[in-house]
Structure formats: C-alpha cells, structure tokens
C-alpha cells in the first residue's frame, strides 16, 4: 500500500477547491456563490483531467455549466439576497 | 435578447455545438464521454437558443408535447434493446452473448448494442435537460 504523491500543479487546484467550498458557503450573494461555483467546476474539471479520467473531466465540465444555468435561471426567478 | 452580434454568433455556432453533442453521444464506448456528458452538450444548445432568442422562439423549436414523447420513448428504447439479448436467449442487456458482432476493436461499430443504447440515453438526457430549464423559464417571477 503505497502513497501516490500528487504533483504541485494538482495540490493547488485541490486547495482552490477547498477554498471555494467555503466561500460559496459564507458568501450571503446567491449570484456571487454562482459565479465561484463556476469557478469551482472549472477547477474540479482540470483535477479529473490530471487523474487521468478525462471521461469524468467532459462529464464534470457538462455537467457543472448546466447546473450555473439552471441556477442563473433559479435566481433570476427568485430572491437574489440569502435571507 | 435582443443583441444583433449574440443572435448571429450563435446562428453560427449551435449547429457545431449540437454536432459535438451528437459526436460526443455516439462515440461514448470508443473515447472519452458518453451519453451522459453528450446529452447535457445537445440540451444545452437548445438552452442557449432560448436564453438568446426568448422564450417564445425556444418552445416553439421544443414544443412541449416533443419532449415529453423523448422521454418516455429514450427510456422505453434503452429497456427494448435490453430485450434483444432476452429474445436471443442471453441475459437482459447482453451484447456478444447474444452473438452481435463486434467488430474491429476501436472502430465506431465496436460497441454492439452500446451505440444504439446510448443514443437512447443522450436524446432522454437531452430533452430533460430542456425540460427543467424549460419548467423554471416559465415560472412567474
């Protein structure tokens, strides 16, 4: 049982994830936590593609831009403020 | 909505954008994506139309009756082409035991089955994708 060590490049991004988790949760601006939830699908996409699953990387990317749509759309229908 | 430069770039690229979903569905079993990721790309042209176009011009190109026959038919292809492999004495979903040929290994007809079932699954994929979006458009605000 051996550890694989990740390369740099990937530590980064892991750690941009993680930043982005928790910004989205503290961030009150719906469409604010949108557009890092963007920037985090983005990021999660790059990492599935240097784990070499570029399968999940196309399905991440797809996927993750729906979603901001959908939410965009949910905003734009709703309350932009979190209570 | 009403931006002249918008409308014509997306006059020019959502036909390529659908041609890549289409890519993307078909060649699921010999390179990287699959019906999931390729569904999400087609339905995902038709929602940058209607954001672009409005809404009226959107549904008039996915009436609503449309997306639902999608649906049910995705589904009901996929559970048909499950059966070939019953009617031919194998299990639910066989595919060489149900003596298909395979082809040469890394060729677009490799798949068997798996090509025909998936684009069942993108098109359903696909048609939801545009329901959903469809479904909160409509909403009142």
Do not use: C
């Amino acid at each position: 049982m051996g550890f694989t060590a990740v390369d740099y490049g990937t530590m980064v991004m892991l750690l941009i994830l993680v930043v982005a988790s928790l910004a989205m949760y503290f961030i009150k601006d719906l469409l604010h936590a949108v557009i890092v939830y963007g920037a985090y699908t983005l990021i999660m996409a790059l990492v599935w593609l240097q784990m070499n699953t570029p399968d999940i990387a196309i399905t991440e990317a797809a996927a993750g831009i729906a979603m901001t749509v959908l939410m965009m759309v949910v905003i734009s229908r709703t309350a932009r403020k979190e209570d | 909505m009403r931006d002249f430069i918008l409308k014509r770039v997306a006059a020019l690229l959502l036909p390529f954008i659908q041609m890549y979903g289409l890519y993307v569905i078909l060649h699921g079993h010999v390179s990287p994506g699959g019906s999931f990721a390729g569904g999400i790309v087609v339905g995902l042209a038709f929602i940058a139309f209607t954001t672009i176009y409005g809404l009226e011009r959107g549904r008039a190109k996915v009436p609503e009756k449309v997306t639902t026959l999608v649906e049910s038919y995705g589904t009901l292809w996929y559970g048909m082409m499950g059966m070939v492999g019953v009617f031919k004495g194998a299990p639910f979903l066989a595919n060489k035991m149900a003596g298909i040929d395979l082809g040469e290994l890394g060729a677009l007809s490799s798949g068997g089955l798996i090509g025909l079932i998936g684009l069942g699954v993108g098109i359903r994929v696909a048609s939801t994708m545009i329901t959903l979006f469809f479904t909160m458009m409509e909403e009142e605000p």
